[in-house]
């Protein structure tokens, strides 16, 4: 598993566990932690990538995660 793999995997698995111990009946919603999962990482890369520090980067990435929860 590559880095770029670890990562999104772990905004994966942070999702997940928020969701099955606040949101029960999210948890089998596989397209929509896929799809919120692909938002914050793909957020993360690219505010890495033009020069945000890791925690900012890590910080909004969690915001899209989480939003509308």
């Known amino acids: 598993m590559g880095r ?5 995997t772990h905004f994966e698995d942070i999702l997940t566990n928020v969701l099955k111990v606040y949101y029960p009946e999210i948890p089998d919603n ?4 896929e799809d ?14 033009t020069g945000t520090s ?6 909004l990435a969690l915001k899209v995660l989480f939003d509308s929860l």
């Open 54 to 59: 890791p925690h900012a980067a890590y910080e």
């Open 4 to 8: 770029a793999d670890s990562s999104r």
């Open 36 to 49: 919120r999962t692909g938002e914050a990482y793909d957020l993360y890369i690219e505010l890495i990538n």
């Open 30 to 33: 596989k397209p929509f932690i």
